[in-house]
């Protein structure tokens, strides 16, 4: 039985007056109990797919919405023909009624969790359903024989790791005994460890008869369990491949989709590539203690220009703390750090180094992409020197707009173009590719070797083995 | 026995302190009433939590004593006056703010508080804690782009630091609002609807013993400050 129907559905966001539709003549069924991944570009239209099947579209984010759609058998919004669907005549359902029967999950849990908590958060649905406490403390056990959250109940939710409040978000989808699980790129933010217990996880709700419908990048953590997967281009349905068709994909196929790919990632092989043979930057017996926790212990380690080095570790290794002690932000416990061969103040290793966070939106301060890119370094916007810069990085078009306008992956190429703008020798980034499907992942890996190979020393916290594979020629591991 | 205390009988104590603080007349009664809130709150969340308040007071006494004779100064030792009692009505506060969010909202919810408040006041304790992480890490970005890293800055173009500080925050904190909104959405939660909330709100023989000796010690309070007692 087809739990999930969408028949010649289309969307535009806003009052309808923009030409292009960000979802176009979508027609989908999933079965009950199927794995369906849905993936594609950034852009495609993935997530505003996913807002139309829990009903945030155009409840929430408004819009223009055509077609129709039946959930478990019932009808929520259906419009004629090339009619648009009128929210109070033809939406039949409210978001809180489709909330019943598809159960969410978000991609970044620090903005979708309402308590402090974690079991005021497993609970925060069912309250809202106003479920009896003895039904609430019963699915609390069952959800706890599903997914072994026991240990994780009354935690605080700032002190989880990023796995551990996935788990939490996944519990609180899961306590409403909803249908459908939907989960919007929830590996965006783990390691590998947390990606394999994640696709363990699904693989136990699906047993149970969950219905699970992932919009997601990274996808070889899925191809055990997925039924199905829906590939999606400039907001239409570009092709449905079959378990089988999946499987049968080569890298070379996924790659030219623009897709991450589906084969187990082979182990990395350093290059060797390297320009001169002493190290811009060298850190001997480097160690970090915040109060009675040792964060990392003596690390020794040279790092060179024309170089790029893949910082790994676990989630909470340390892999930040050491990148922002090479930066000077945090002081270390014992070690030094030394650039050009002589150890670095503080105030030098700021001058030198140039950090670019994971979060883009913490470090947009100006309203127009060529004032960003141009802020306190005393270049000209005339310059032809930025023209270049933002021309090789695909943003001259958009030099006039808000950076908070632009999409993830082009807010990581301002702050790139930014830091290659200031000429600083080192370069270091925290999880560039976060969240970006296999094109931009690549397009993001080029710049980091063109930078290297002009000369930079570039430093990527990374936990994407498939991106450490194409642009990285050395790694360190922190924490083992 | 007392960390299990009923949140609205901690409610209840801090607006009886708060409200009164205000309008003792004598400083015997004001230090009665924070030998109260001190006992009170230890009990409740321990000694260590009232330690710097205590502190804070004893600072702020000292300074009073000081200043009590001393010319050109204006309005500092009435402003140290009522300072020294907010002390207390915050002393107060503590066993409320550190109360566990769910079980605050459910005491609230049985007080028949409007629905917009307590999910207003849900929201509040969810992300303060979090406003200095997101501040520090626009402090830590604005640092590699040269932004606010002299004394000159702050002096000279106060407006710009100010500008980006906040473009960043009101970009995060709009998106924040958003995602949050979404997830509370398909998650039932409404303004006007049914709720039950997980936490059981009932009082104990031991929530009622503790409201009595709190209006009991009020009484004797408000009968010092009035002079009705020989101390």
Known sequence: MDIIKLENVSFKYGSGKKKEHDLKDISLSIRAGECVIITGESGCGKTTLTRILNGLCPNYHEGVLKGKYILDGETVFYADGDKTVDIDDDYKKSIDDIGTVVGNVFQDPRSQFFAVNTTDEIVLAMENRNFSRERMRKRIEETDELMGIRKLLDKSLFKLSSGEKQKVAIASAVSVEPKVILLDEPSANLDPEGMESLGQLLERLKCKGYTIVLSEHRLNYLKHIADRMIVMSYGQIKKEYSRDEMLKLSDIEMIGMGLRVLSDISPFKPSGRKLGDNPVLRVERLCCKRGRRMIFTDITAGFYRGQVTAITGHNGAGKTTFCKIITGEIRQSKGTVSIYGEVASVKKRIKDCFFVGQDADYQIFTPTVLQEVTLNTYVSADDKKVCRILESFDLWEYRNRHPASLSGGQKQRVLLAAALLRDRPILILDEPTSGLDGRHMRIIAEYLREAADKGKCVLVITHDREFINIAADETLNIGK | ?231
């Open chain 2, 1 to 231: 026995m007392m960390r299990e205390l009923d949140i609205r009988v901690r409610i209840f104590s801090m607006i009886l302190v708060a409200a009164g603080i205000l309008v003792l007349k004598t400083e015997l009664s004001v230090y009665a009433a924070l030998i109260f809130a001190a006992v009170w709150t230890s009990l409740i969340l321990g000694i260590k939590k009232v330690l710097p308040q205590l502190c804070l007071f004893a600072g702020l006494e000292i300074l009073l004593i000081l200043l009590k004779d001393a010319q050109h100064v204006g309005n500092l030792p009435l402003l140290l006056v009522y300072a020294r009692r907010l002390v207390v009505a915050v002393i107060m506060a503590y066993p409320v703010a550190k109360a566990p969010t769910g079980k605050l909202i459910a005491s609230l919810d049985r007080l028949r508080v409007p629905r917009t408040a307590t999910i207003s006041l849900a929201v509040l304790f969810r992300f303060m804690p979090t406003v200095s992480i997101e501040y520090s890490a626009i402090r830590s970005a604005q640092r590699y782009r040269e932004i606010g890293t002299s004394w000159k800055d702050f002096i000279v173009k106060p407006y710009k630091i100010f500008e980006y500080t906040l473009v960043p925050l009101l970009i995060r904190t709009t998106k924040v609002a958003d995602e949050l909104t979404a997830s509370a959405e398909v998650r039932g939660m409404k303004l006007n609807g049914e709720y039950n909330p997980y936490y059981e709100v009932k009082m104990r023989a031991a929530d009622w013993g503790a409201l009595v000796v709190s209006l009991l010690c009020a009484a004797v309070i408000v009968c010092m400050d009035l002079g009705m007692l020989p101390f």
